[in-house]
């Protein structure tokens, strides 16, 4: 799959913004950068399997052209660009966005034409897959290693370039009792690097959620007594 990239899954959802809200997606997106609305976002945060996530305008008038060469688009609506690189699966990434933060999604999304709201999920879901275009082309520097694999990295190399700065000057003796004192310390951030599935656990549960929303009985309405 062209949006697969070893472990990360690149997104990008583009969808039309109603019309004359530009100006006020503009504030929107400065806000949210405040006190008074960063909270909205805040619990993007608690999702580990998040590399990066945002949004981004897009004004008719200047719509990115490849070419000089490629004609000039007459496009009615300004755009919403939402692009995002995530570890897992479609299913379980856009069920976490709709849990972790419903306000911020509908925050961000409510000026765009045809949004449902981030709840119910069903409707959000079926949103963001008519709206979504194939990555193409998708560059991944770590392909093998997922966000969590990524910070863990970063933990663990201090102590690493540490130790090996002092390793010209420790016995044998004293590299390993060092060493063996890393391992201890740093044992949380090592980890094995290697190819898994995209799919994981979290998958599953979505699977099974939708399995018994699809064959719950619908509850009858209420019969009207006769008179």
Not at 91 to 110: C, H, K, R, T
Not at 180 to 185: A, G, K, Q
Request: with cysteine; aromatic share 12%; glycine share 6%.
């Amino acid at each position: 799959m062209s949006n697969i990239a070893g472990k990360a899954y690149a997104m990008n959802v583009v969808t039309p913004l109603k019309p004359g809200q530009r100006w006020l997606a503009r504030l929107i997106h400065w806000l949210a950068g405040t006190r008074l609305l960063r909270s909205k976002l805040l619990g993007l945060r608690t999702l580990s399997l998040i590399h990066y996530a945002g949004w981004a305008i897009l004004p008719r008038r200047r719509w990115p052209r490849l070419d000089s060469a490629q004609p000039s688009e007459n496009l009615h609506y300004d755009y919403y660009l939402f692009f995002s690189n995530f570890n897992g699966s479609w299913e379980q990434y856009v069920d976490s966005f709709s849990s972790a933060i419903p306000a911020g999604l509908d925050l961000m999304w409510w000026r765009n034409v045809g949004y449902p709201g981030s709840v119910p999920r069903n409707p959000f879901h079926a949103y963001i897959e008519h709206n979504q275009f194939w990555t193409h082309h998708y560059y991944s520097a770590y392909p093998l290693a997922t966000s969590n694999d990524v910070k863990a990295a970063c933990r663990l190399r201090p102590a690493l370039c540490e130790l090996a700065s002092r390793a010209d000057r420790l016995s044998a003796q004293e590299f390993g009792q060092r060493y063996r004192t890393l391992l201890t310390e740093q044992q949380e951030h090592l980890g094995l690097v290697a190819e898994s599935p995209v799919v994981s656990l979290a998958h599953q549960a979505v699977v099974e959620r939708r399995r018994v929303e699809q064959t719950e009985p619908a509850v009858p309405p209420a019969q009207e007594s006769g008179s």
